[in-house]
Structure formats: C-alpha cells, structure tokens
C-alpha cells in the first residue's frame, strides 16, 4: 500500500470511529451529548432504575424538559432545573433562563419506570432539537446504534 492509500484508509476509519462516538460512545462520563442542536444518541435504552446523564458538549445553553403530557403513567417528571412540570419548566426558561445546562455542565435523572419519554430542549424546540428515552426490561444489549 503506497502512502496515499494509506492515509485514504485512515481517513475513512477516522470517520467511521466519530460516527460511533456520535451515537454516544464516549469517554464514560455521560451518556447523551448535546450539540448545536441535537441529543446524541436521540434515542436512548436503558433498563428501569438507570441513571442517565445528559453532557453539553456545545457552547450554547441547552435544557431536557420532559413532555409531562407523554410520560408513562406514575413515572416521575424530569427537567433540568428540577420543575415540577412542563408548565413551570416553560415559564423558568422564557422569563429566566431557568433549567439551562451550560456548555461542559451535566443533568441526571434515574427512570424507575418502563416506558417511553420523549423530552426537548425548550430554546431549540424550533429546531427539532428534541430525544426520547426508553426504558424497558432487557437482558440484551441496553444501548442503541451498535
Ligand atoms: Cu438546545
């Protein structure tokens, strides 16, 4: 292999190792990235009783508010901030900020429940910047995107 090749076939390893890191692979201290605009992985699995931590791995301010008209019932209400519902998440970022995860910052929340809950980021709402978490029973792989 001459060194061009080489360095081709590096090249598409490169990319192909930060597609995975991009489906949430990373150094182990969060789970789920945010980007610009995104929740990486989107889609999340996890077995009931699992924390899992959301990282701002961008330099904009961001926040994971649950849709509390979606979750399972007798789950918990989750939001950055710590709200008690989706009304009063809504109302502490558009009169305050309240709720946001600054770049490099990190929320958690344990789902005890199974079941699906979908969740945003209220100031990229608009973008689609939104991710769902899955909890389920599972003796199988507990992650998706492998
Ligand atoms: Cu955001």
New binding site residues.
């Given amino acids: 292999m001459d060194r061009r090749a080489f360095l081709a076939s590096a090249g598409a390893l490169a990319v192909g190792l930060s597609g995975c890191l991009a489906m949430g692979d990373n150094d182990g201290d969060y789970d789920i990235g945010?980007s610009d605009?995104r929740f990486l992985p989107e889609e999340y699995r996890v077995q009931p009783g699992t924390t899992v931590v959301w990282k701002n791995t961008s330099a904009?301010s961001?926040?994971v508010t649950a849709y509390d008209a979606s979750l399972p019932d007798e789950a918990d209400y989750f939001a950055s901030g710590e709200y008690a519902d989706e009304d009063a998440a809504r109302e502490a970022w558009f009169e305050s900020g309240g709720g946001a995860i600054y770049s490099g910052e990190t929320y958690a929340h344990t789902f005890e429940q199974p079941g699906t809950y979908p969740y945003v980021?209220l100031?990229?709402e608009s973008d689609g910047?939104d991710g769902m978490i899955i909890v389920e029973e599972s003796e199988g792989d507990t992650v998706t995107g492998q």
């Fill in positions: 945010m605009s904009r961001h926040t980021c100031p990229h910047m």
